[in-house]
C-alpha cells in the first residue's frame, strides 16, 4: 500500500524537482562556486584582471552551468544555483544577494520560453545567468568608498587606486557588456565539449 | 588532505547546533567584505579556530592557527623591509591577501564539514519546519565543496603524471585545452558521485513527503545562545565600523 503511494508520487511529480535534481544542483552549485572563487582570488591581485574577472568566470563556468540544467531540466536548476552563489559571494552586502536571485530568475525565464526542451534555450539562458558576477561588484558601484577603503585595508594602496581608476561611472554597462561577452566564450567552449565528450557518453 | 566527509565523532568538549554553524558561515562573509583592519579577521580567525577546537578538531585548528601566525608575521613585517626585491614584496603581498581573505570562510567550512554529520544538519533544519526541499541543496553544497578540492587534487595528479603541466606559461599559452583537461574530468568524477549521493538519499527515504523522525538529539545549548549572541554583536559592530568608515574622511 504504502509503496504504491511512493511510485505515484514520484510519477505525479515529474515536472517539480525531486530529490535528485536538488542533489545535482547543490553539487554542481559547489563546483561552480569553487570555480568562480578560485578564478577571482587568484586573478585578483591585478585590478584590470578583477575587474574584467565576468569574462574569465564566463568562459570557464559556462561548461558546468550548462551541464547542470541539461541534467536537471526543470524549473529550479538556475534559481537554486543563483541562490547559492549569491549567499556565497555577496552575502555582505544584500543588494547583490537580491540581484543575483532576480537575475537566475529571468534566466529561468529563458529556459521557460523554451519549455526546457530547447537546446538553443538552455545555451542562451547562460547569457542571462552569468549577470550574476556582477552582483560581487554592486558594493562597488553604490558603495564605492567603503569598497576603496577596504582595497586599501586588504591590497595596499596602489592596488585601490587602480581599482578606484576603473570604477567610473560606466563601469556597470561595461561589466554587463564583459560578462554577456564572457558567457558567449563560455557557452561556445560548453558547446564543443558537450558534443565531444557527455553526449558520446550518454550522460545529457 | 585527509577531510572525513561530515565526520562527527562527538568527542568535542561542545557540541554546536547546525544552525548556529550555519550562521557563523555567513557571519564569515559579512566579517571579510565589511571588516578594514587585518585586526579584525585576526580576531575573528582566532574565535573561529578556538570553535573548530572544543567542538573536537584540535589539530585542525592548530595547523590553521600557526599558518594564520606566520601570515600575519609576514604582513607586519613587510612594510619595513627594505633590502628585499620589489618583485617578492609584491608575491608575498599578494598570497598573504589571499589568503586573509579567504581564511574566516575557508575556517567556517572546515567547521560545518569536519564537525557536523549530514543528517544531524538535515534533522536541525527540519527541526525548524523548513522544507526538505530547501534543506537538501544547502547541505549537498557543502557535503561537495570537499569532494570539489579532492577531485582537483586527483585531476592534478593525473596530468602530472602525464606530464601535462599547469604551470602559468601553459594556462595562458593554451587556454581553452587547460579548461578542457581540467575541467572534464572533474566533471565526470564528481557526476559519478553525484549519482551515488543520489541513491543513498533514495535509500534513506528523502524522496518522501512524510516527516521523518531521527535519533540526533536537536537542542540549542548554552554554548549556542552564547555564540548566537556573540555573532550578533559582531555582525552589529563590523557594519557599524563600515558605515563609519563611509561616513569617515577616507578617499
Redesign the interface.
Known amino acids: 500500500m504504502a509503496r504504491k503511494e511512493?511510485v505515484n508520487?514520484?510519477e505525479q511529480n515529474d515536472k517539480k524537482?525531486?530529490?535528485?535534481d536538488?542533489?545535482?544542483?547543490?553539487?554542481f552549485?559547489?563546483?561552480y562556486i569553487?570555480l568562480t572563487?578560485i578564478l577571482v582570488?587568484?586573478t585578483?591581485?591585478i585590478p584590470v584582471l578583477y575587474i574584467i574577472s565576468p569574462v574569465l568566470v564566463g568562459?570557464?563556468c559556462a561548461?558546468?552551468y550548462e551541464?547542470c540544467v541539461l541534467?536537471v531540466h526543470k524549473f529550479g536548476a538556475a534559481l537554486?544555483l543563483g541562490i547559492?552563489f549569491g549567499?556565497?559571494t555577496?552575502?555582505?552586502?544584500l543588494p547583490g544577494m537580491i540581484l543575483a536571485i532576480i537575475v537566475a530568475l529571468l534566466a529561468e525565464l529563458v529556459m521557460a520560453f523554451g519549455k526546457y526542451k530547447s537546446k538553443k534555450m538552455f545555451l542562451l539562458s547562460y547569457v542571462v545567468f552569468n549577470l550574476t558576477m556582477v552582483c560581487p561588484f554592486t558594493?562597488l558601484y553604490f558603495?564605492r568608498?567603503?569598497f576603496?577603503?577596504?582595497a586599501?585595508?586588504?591590497?595596499?594602496p596602489e592596488y585601490a587606486a587602480g581599482v578606484?581608476s576603473f570604477a567610473t561611472g560606466w563601469l556597470p554597462l561595461i561589466q554587463i557588456g564583459l560578462a554577456v561577452l564572457g558567457a558567449v566564450i563560455g557557452l561556445f567552449?560548453a558547446s564543443k565539449?558537450i558534443k565531444k565528450?557527455?553526449e558520446k557518453?550518454g550522460?545529457v | 588532505m585527509d577531510v572525513t566527509f561530515y565526520g562527527g565523532d562527538n568527542k568535542g568538549l561542545i557540541n554546536i547546533d547546525p544552525r548556529t554553524k550555519l550562521l557563523i558561515f555567513l557571519t564569515s562573509g559579512v566579517v571579510t567584505l565589511s571588516s578594514f583592519s587585518d585586526i579584525g579577521v585576526a580576531v575573528y580567525s582566532v574565535l573561529l579556530c578556538a570553535i573548530i577546537a572544543l567542538c573536537g578538531k584540535p589539530v585542525t585548528a592548530l595547523k590553521a592557527i600557526v599558518l594564520l601566525g606566520i601570515v600575519l608575521y609576514l604582513r607586519a613585517i613587510l612594510p619595513t623591509s627594505q633590502g628585499a626585491p620589489s618583485v617578492i614584496i609584491m608575491i608575498i603581498t599578494l598570497v598573504t591577501t589571499i589568503f586573509m581573505f579567504g581564511f574566516p570562510m575557508i575556517m567556517s567550512i572546515m567547521l560545518i564539514v569536519k564537525t557536523t554529520k549530514i543528517s544531524h544538519f538535515l534533522s536541525a533544519f527540519q527541526a525548524m519546519h523548513i522544507p526538505v526541499k530547501a534543506i537538501i541543496p544547502v547541505a549537498v553544497f557543502f557535503r561537495f565543496l570537499p569532494t570539489v578540492a579532492d577531485e582537483w587534487n586527483g585531476v592534478r595528479k593525473a596530468m602530472a603524471f602525464r606530464g601535462i603541466s599547469l604551470s602559468p606559461v601553459q594556462i595562458i599559452f593554451h587556454p581553452w585545452r587547460t579548461i578542457e583537461y581540467v575541467l572534464i574530468p572533474m566533471l565526470f568524477s564528481s557526476m559519478s558521485v553525484m549519482e551515488e549521493l543520489a541513491a543513498s538519499t533514495m535509500a534513506r527515504g528523502m524522496d518522501v513527503d512524510i516527516k521523518r523522525s531521527s535519533y540526533e538529539k536537536i537542542k540549542f545549548g548554552v554554548a549556542d545562545y552564547i555564540l548566537v549572541v556573540l555573532i550578533i554583536g559582531i555582525i552589529i559592530f563590523t557594519s557599524i565600523l563600515g558605515n563609519m568608515v563611509k561616513g569617515g574622511a577616507v578617499l
Open positions: 511512493i508520487g514520484n524537482l525531486r530529490t535528485k536538488l542533489i545535482f544542483a547543490g553539487s552549485g559547489a563546483i569553487v572563487l582570488m587568484v585578483g591581485a568562459a570557464v561548461t558546468v551541464l541534467k537554486i547559492l549567499v556565497a555577496s552575502a555582505a552586502y558594493n558603495n568608498d567603503v576603496i577603503a577596504m586599501t585595508e586588504y591590497n595596499g578606484a567552449i565539449l565528450h557527455f557518453a550522460i
